[in-house]
């Protein structure tokens, strides 16, 4: 699948990478097991089977209305067995978010994109594991608890700011990042 992606700044990016890090430390299936130059953490705006690059002048006017502060809410799950469980960190979906998801939607609307990115069905989030058993997200829960417990008791790791800063188009086939 190809998508449309927004990029964290370095500080949050490194928190979620931290993240993937405490999972896989734990024995578990994480995104840090991903060893892709082009892996990064990121929010997706639009998945389909294709994009026309003709929308990146598009998409790049739409780019500009980044920098977006965001927040992020609780841990969210996705799937079921036996394809597997993901888990992911959700983001509140703030008016300006949702604007600019929408733009993007609708620029890139002739590319059929799957139902689950389509405006007022879309759930912001940064995806944490993948394919995850039932037992292993349960594990998974507890250990990023538990890590958050200890940042919080030492006050380290503490992201006060969150920014989404860029945005790029990931083209599956070719694979290669495009940035918008």
Do not use: Y
Not at 60 to 89: H, M, Q, S, T
Not at 121 to 147: C, F, G
């Amino acid at each position: 699948m190809h998508s449309i992606e927004l990029l964290l700044d370095e500080t949050t990016d490194r928190a979620v990478r931290d993240s993937w890090q405490v999972l896989a430390d734990a024995g578990l299936p994480s995104l840090a097991h991903h060893s892709g130059a082009t892996n990064a953490p990121h929010v997706s705006v639009s998945v389909a089977a294709g994009f026309d690059d003709r929308a990146d002048p598009r998409l790049r006017r739409i780019a500009l209305a980044l920098p977006l502060p965001v927040a992020f809410a609780g841990l969210i799950v996705f799937g079921r067995p036996p394809r597997g469980l993901v888990l992911a960190r959700a983001l509140v979906p703030t008016a300006d978010l949702l604007d600019l998801h929408r733009d993007v939607h609708e620029t890139v609307g002739g590319a059929a994109p799957v139902d689950h990115a389509t405006p007022g069905r879309w759930m912001p989030h940064l995806t944490l594991a993948s394919r995850l058993s039932p037992d292993q997200l349960a594990l998974a829960i507890v250990v990023l608890s538990e890590a958050e417990e200890a940042e919080e008791a030492t006050d380290a790791g503490r992201v006060s700011t969150s920014r989404l800063v860029s945005m790029r188009r990931w083209d599956s086939d070719a694979k290669v990042v495009v940035g918008l």
